[in-house]
């Protein structure tokens, strides 16, 4: 099982993608994460340090939103820099999921030979 921790080494990847669909403050996106990838751990302290993190990195601008009801919101978008950051998440993940279907195509020829033996 996947725990919290390697999740949130992926949770830049995973908020620019979000934040790839469109503007959103940080409670949307969080939303956004539990609907999309259930099962997902989002939590909403590493969100918000997350989106900080991006944000000093060029990577997020954002605006005050005061026109809606409640309290004044911050909402995010993606930057160039950011648009950037996403594709090489993009890129990683691809390198990364075949290197797990390697894996997998290995064990599955280790469990066949394995029948094999007995």
């Known amino acids: ?3 919290a ?3 949130s080494r992926h949770l830049p ?3 620019l993608l979000m934040l790839a669909e469109g503007p959103r403050h940080g409670h949307a996106i969080r939303a956004a994460l539990l609907e999309r990838f259930p099962g997902y751990k989002a939590d909403p302290g590493a969100i918000y340090r ?3 993190a991006l944000e000093e990195a060029g990577e997020l601008a954002f605006h005050w939103d005061t026109e809606s009801r409640g309290p004044a919101r911050k ?3 993606l930057t160039p820099l950011g ?3 996403l594709e090489f998440w993009g ?3 691809e390198r990364r999921l075949a290197i797990l279907r390697t894996f997998l195509d290995h064990l599955k ?3 066949a030979g394995r029948k094999r033996v007995r």
Do not use: D, G, H, P
């Open 109 to 111: 020829r280790a469990k």
């Open 13 to 15: 990847a995973f908020i």
């Open 83 to 85: 648009w950037k950051r």
């Open 1 to 3: 099982m996947a725990s």
């Open 50 to 52: 997350t989106l900080q």
């Open 91 to 93: 890129a990683e993940m």
């Open 75 to 77: 909402v995010y978008a």
């Open 5 to 7: 921790s390697r999740q």
